[in-house]
């Protein structure tokens, strides 16, 4: 199985609000979780939380959450599409 970062890698990523709360359900239904949640520090997507977890097909998925917002947010004025906020 190819890493995410390489070349033809691809998965797929799912925001959820409650990064504890979509890892317990996740292992609650006996999906494999590679390790725990990884929080993104020192850079633009500071305040990013994510972790790996493989379909029972095998497919990669990534649950993301950034509660508090990231960190260019801040700095930056374009922001990238946000669930938070669809409509803005």
């Known amino acids: 199985m190819p890493k ?6 691809h998965h797929y990523a799912i925001y959820v609000d ?3 709360k ?3 359900h996740l292992k609650k239904h006996g999906v494999k979780v590679f390790g725990k949640p990884t929080l993104n520090s ?13 379909a029972p097909w095998g497919q990669q998925f ?4 950034w ?4 960190a260019y947010e801040k700095w930056y ?3 990238l599409w946000d669930t938070r906020r669809p409509a803005a």
């Open 22 to 24: 979509a890892i317990k």
């Open 42 to 54: 020192g850079n633009a997507e500071e305040g990013e939380w994510w972790c790996y977890f493989l």
């Open 18 to 20: 409650d990064m504890g």
């Open 4 to 9: 995410n970062s390489d070349k033809g890698a």
């Open 77 to 79: 004025t374009r922001h």
């Open 62 to 65: 990534e649950v993301v959450s």
């Open 67 to 70: 509660p508090k917002g990231r």
